[in-house]
């Protein structure tokens, strides 16, 4: 089994929703469910990262391992490598980056995308992608959708309807007869620890500024992500109001 640690960025302030790691789920605050998956992973730490005094109160509160950060930070990456550098993991350490919004992530992903960072050593990302059986989600741009090569290595990143089927899109975005292409990006990663230091040194890319899509800047560096195709679906992440909804209703079943 690969060794591995899990770090959650969670900050308090969302666009949509406002303290959203703090909302309640079951009558357990949406953070708690995280680490709880995290926890049935098979990593030997998991950690929640924030710069937020109430996250810090609500994770000892249940028990949590919590790591302070700056409120200068601008990404959840850059949490990540805050705490790897304070903790002061070593370079080759397996780091699985688990948002902060996915209270239903299975443990098997989690497991699944350190087990493929520890299995290509070319690559210095991995994630997980899932097919798309909704035209509705092709066309959203909250859904990324990626595109891979032959051997798994993601090629390309985008909000938009990506590959784009020339013929059957020709006349409008009408749903092509098949949707077997279309994979949905799971915001799920693994690196190792020296990686993330590297990576927040460098500048945003042109791609990861239009797309906001802080993967993009790997792909413009050269460097390699591997994508395996997840086991299992990754269930509902919280984004919106709706999202919430849908996930207390899946919990009071």
Same mark, same amino acid.
């Given at each position: 089994m690969t060794a591995f640690k899990v770090v959650i960025p969670a900050r308090y302030q969302s666009t949509r929703l406002p303290g959203k790691p703090l909302l309640e789920i079951g009558g357990k605050p949406m953070i708690q469910h995280v680490y709880d998956r995290a926890c049935q992973s098979a990593a030997d730490a998991v950690v929640i990262a924030t710069d937020d005094a109430r996250i810090e109160a609500a994770v000892?509160?249940?028990?949590?391992?919590?790591?302070?950060? #700056?409120?200068? %930070?601008?990404?959840?990456?850059?949490?990540l490598a805050e705490v790897v550098t304070t903790l002061g993991w070593s370079d080759d350490q397996i780091v699985v980056n688990l948002q902060g919004d996915e209270?239903?992530?299975?443990?098997? %992903?989690?497991?699944?995308?350190?087990?493929?960072?520890?299995s290509?050593?070319?690559?210095?990302?991995?994630?997980?992608?899932?097919?798309? #059986?909704r035209f509705e989600d092709v066309i959203d741009p909250n859904v990324v959708k990626l595109v891979r090569d032959k051997a798994g290595y993601a090629q390309y990143f985008s909000r938009a309807p990506i590959p784009w089927h020339r013929n059957e899109f020709a006349n409008g975005l009408q #749903?092509?007869? #098949? %949707?077997?292409l279309f994979y949905r990006h799971i915001g799920l990663y693994a690196y190792r620890a020296g990686f993330l230091r590297e990576f927040v040194s460098w500048e945003p890319a042109p791609t990861e500024m239009t797309e906001s899509l802080e993967q993009l800047r790997v792909l413009w560096h050269g460097r390699k992500i591997h994508v395996s195709i997840a086991d299992q679906s990754p269930g509902i992440g919280v984004d919106t109001q709706a999202d919430l909804d849908r996930v207390n209703e899946l919990f009071s079943i």
């Open positions: 000892k509160g249940f028990g949590g391992e919590v790591c302070m950060t #700056s409120v200068e %930070l601008q990404s959840g990456t850059d949490r209270p239903e992530m299975p443990a098997a %992903l989690i497991n699944q995308v350190a087990d493929d960072m520890a290509h050593a070319d690559a210095v990302m991995t994630t997980l992608g899932f097919p798309l #059986s #749903s092509p007869a #098949s %949707l077997e």
